[in-house]
């Protein structure tokens, strides 16, 4: 059972009063908040340890260098990672995904199929989409049934034929469905095809183990899970992470430099071009032991809970549509009021302490799916309480009939 009350008390900021009304926080989703733990790493690394890592002979230097090293080791562990060489520190999913879909702008070729799915947030959709549309290959988008699954059949049509990539979210970030994620990428193997996870959202959703799941790229951002923003992981097997040419040249990630060429610093490095965003990475360190701490199970079991709650609650409003009724929803969920538009509800919840997500949700594709062009989402985190899941249902209610009168 997770003690919620004492884990409140890691996040000062729950506290707060929002528009004079106490906080709601229930937008999980878009930014975790941050734990006291993961500051007291930030301030104690700049009090105390602050330089460049990997270039000086100093000692703080060499601190810097250790604290980031063990940062890279705790990502390790987080994801059962075989070694350093695996983790790649980036700006962020989309930093890392970038970084994937334009280190294989040599190994997609004309007429080749990257696959993605209708569930990814913009940023595992575009940058497949702007690749093949800049080598003349083929962008496949594989659908979801009517409850908001994956369409596996179609995965496993749209793959046969030669798929070079599969792209996909382990976890919706509109209907929070969970993908069944061992099959895609055995689906994806089978047909020769690398498999990049998408775990923005599956990150904190249950244990990514990324050798049992045997995937060969996974992304996450750190803002998710109570680090700073700027910071994300590429994993990759070390077969893949080779593949990838890299896209941003600069200090740190050559070996020698000549007038005529450059060779490239072996793995990782070769990857984090210039100055990384190291005290990022040190209170991404932070965040994932702290997660850790609270327990990775206990939380996501717990934070399924409240979302569960947050269904059955939210039906009961007049006019709720809910989005998808997925077989594992985790995360989030989505919905409209009739005759009420999400933008307006959230601009009311709010001045009333509640906050909540509105609009595309970077999902548009979905969406259109969906048959809508906007939705409010509610997202709780472990250090929600039921309480609030209440207050958030009752004054939604309340916005909605006060917008609908
Ligand atoms: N994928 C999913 C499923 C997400 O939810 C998000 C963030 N909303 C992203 C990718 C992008 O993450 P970031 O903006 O941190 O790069």
Known sequence: MLDVESIRDDFPILGIKANGRPLVYLDNAATMQ???????????????????????????????????????ETAVRFLNAPSQRNIVFSTGTTGAINTVALGLR?????????????????????????LCLEKGAQFKVVGIDQKGDLDLDELKRVVTGGAKIVACTCCSN????????????????????????????????????????DCDFLAFSGHKL????????????????????????????????????????????????????????????AALGY????????????????????????????????????????????????????FDLCTLIDKM???????????QPLLSALGCTAVARLSPAFYNSFEEIDAAVSTINRGALMLRN
């Not at 775990?199 to 049992?212: C, K």
């Not at 509640?354 to 970077?362: D, H, K, P, Q, T």
């Open 226 to 285: 109570g680090a700073p923003t700027g910071i994300g992981v590429l994993y990759g097997k070390s077969k893949a992470l080779e593949l990838l040419k890299p896209a941003w040249f600069g200090g740190e990630m050559v070996d020698i430099v000549t007038t005529e060429k450059t060779t490239w610093e072996e793995l990782p490095l070769r990857l984090e071009p210039g100055t990384p965003n190291y005290v990022g990475a040190i209170g991404l360190g």
């Open 106 to 130: 040599d190994y997609v070729q004309r007429g080749d199929i990257v696959v993605a799915t209708v569930l990814e947030h913009h940023s595992n959709f575009v940058p497949w989409q702007q």
């Open 291 to 342: 997660l850790e701490f609270v327990g990775r199970k206990e939380a996501s079991a717990y934070e399924d809970e409240l979302i569960a709650y947050a269904v059955k609650r939210l039906s009961e409003i007049d006019g709720m549509h809910i989005y998808g009724d997925p077989i594992h929803r985790s995360g989030c969920v989505s919905f409209n009021v009739e005759g009420v538009h999400p």
């Open 174 to 213: 509109v209907l929070g469905a969970v993908t069944p994620v061992h099959d895609v990428v055995k689906i994806a193997h089978e047909a020769g095809a690398l498999c990049l996870l998408d775990a923005a959202q599956g990150i904190r959703h249950g244990v990514l183990d990324v050798q049992e799941l």
């Open 34 to 72: 941050m734990p006291l733990p993961v500051r007291q790493a930030l301030q104690y690394h700049y009090e105390q340890v602050n330089a460049n890592v990997h270039r000086g002979t100093h000692y703080l230097s060499h601190e810097s260098t250790k604290a980031y090293e063990e940062a890279r």
């Open 353 to 363: 302490g509640v906050a909540l997500r509105s609009g595309n949700a970077c999902a």
